[in-house]
């Protein structure tokens, strides 16, 4: 004859937690990149005018990958919406990521460029670091993603 199995009250309690727990949300519809159980909003404030696209770039955590061409995770495209739009990401995994978001005013899919090589479009990043001498340092714009859902705000910056 089988014996009933006893269980230690921390068991009985997180066996009744784990059934109760909610199940996980689902990411929103329009989320772009390869899905994942893990993703990023992001809202891209102070654009001039809802022309073009915005591109959303998704960086690992590696300095030498980052603002280098095939460096990015994912580009993900969004229509542009004044004065903000939001935009939905995943992410590969709960970690650590850069983001570096232009307003492509033209939808060429290029950040465009003066004669200088300076950006002649709108630009952002995580954490909305200064840019005044140049590009950000990396660990400036390092962002911390360690659940699903977090929104960050960045604000667009133009020439």
């Not at 891209?44 to 696209?53: H, K, M």
């Not at 004669?115 to 140049?134: C, D, I, K, M, V």
Request: overall charge positive; hydrophobic content about 40%; aromatic content about 8%.
């Amino acid at each position: 004859m089988l014996q009933p199995r006893r269980l230690s009250a921390a068991a009985l309690v997180l066996t009744a937690a784990t059934a109760f727990a909610a199940p996980a949300a689902a990411a929103p519809a329009g989320c772009l990149g390869t899905p994942s159980d893990t993703w990023l909003n992001v809202s891209i404030e102070g654009l001039r005018n809802g022309e073009g696209l915005v591109n959303v770039a998704v960086y690992p955590d590696d300095p030498r990958q980052f603002l280098v061409k095939g460096g990015t995770i994912k580009n993900n495209r969004f229509n542009a919406s004044a004065p903000v739009t939001r935009a939905c990401v995943f992410v590969p995994k709960p970690g650590v990521y850069a983001i570096a978001v232009y307003h492509d005013q033209d939808a060429s899919r290029k950040l465009n460029r003066s004669g200088l090589g300076l950006p002649t479009e709108g630009y952002g990043f995580s954490n909305n670091p200064a840019t005044l001498a140049g590009l950000p340092a990396f660990r400036s714009v390092r962002l911390n993603v360690p659940k699903a859902g977090l929104t960050t705000h960045i604000r667009m910056k133009y020439p």
